[in-house]
């Protein structure tokens, strides 16, 4: 009986044109892709021990709660052009780079009174946001006073996510 099973099972892998060297070679590669992510993880976890500000962590406040409410911390919603302005950008915006972005003042209410913060978050709902701009004759006048190179904008400084 047992071998009339294993020759069933030989005919059906046959037929399906199996190759057990091809399938040890995928095997392989799934290994070490594997071992690769578990790798890039724990890379991953170091780095968010060392900054624990940049590290969110908040449970849905209800349920079917849609976490694209949750836009994410300031610092991760813009990308430098250039790194040499970080310095700059830090010292401006300080500790209001870990605020915590939410769409409205109702998400983030839910977030406070339900999601669990693991740390003291400042939530930022976009709908109370109300912009400021410098006028352009302000920036001009700067700009003639100490120089072109003295004077940065955040047009310099961010680029699109």
């Not at 610092?75 to 401006?92: G, H, I, Q």
């Not at 870990?98 to 978050?121: A, C």
């Amino acid at each position: 009986m047992l071998n009339f099973i294993l020759f069933y099972f030989k005919e059906e892998l046959e037929s399906m044109n199996f190759d057990s060297t091809r399938w040890e070679v995928l095997n392989n590669q799934k290994r070490q892709i594997n071992s690769k992510a578990s790798n890039l993880n724990e890379k991953c976890q170091s780095f968010y021990s060392k900054f624990p500000q940049l590290n969110l962590e908040y449970k849905n406040p209800e349920p079917n709660f849609d976490r694209k409410r949750v836009k994410g911390l300031v610092s991760n919603l813009f990308r430098l052009k250039d790194p040499k302005f970080s310095t700059a950008l830090e010292v401006c915006a300080g500790g209001k780079l870990y605020n915590l972005v939410v769409d409205t003042d109702k998400t983030g209410k839910l977030i406070l009174q339900n999601g669990d913060l693991k740390r003291k978050t400042t939530i930022i709902p976009m709908n109370q946001i109300r912009a400021f701009v410098i006028p352009e004759n302000v920036v001009r006048t700067a700009k003639n006073l100490v120089g072109q190179d003295q004077v940065l904008s955040f047009d310099l400084l961010l680029s699109e996510n």
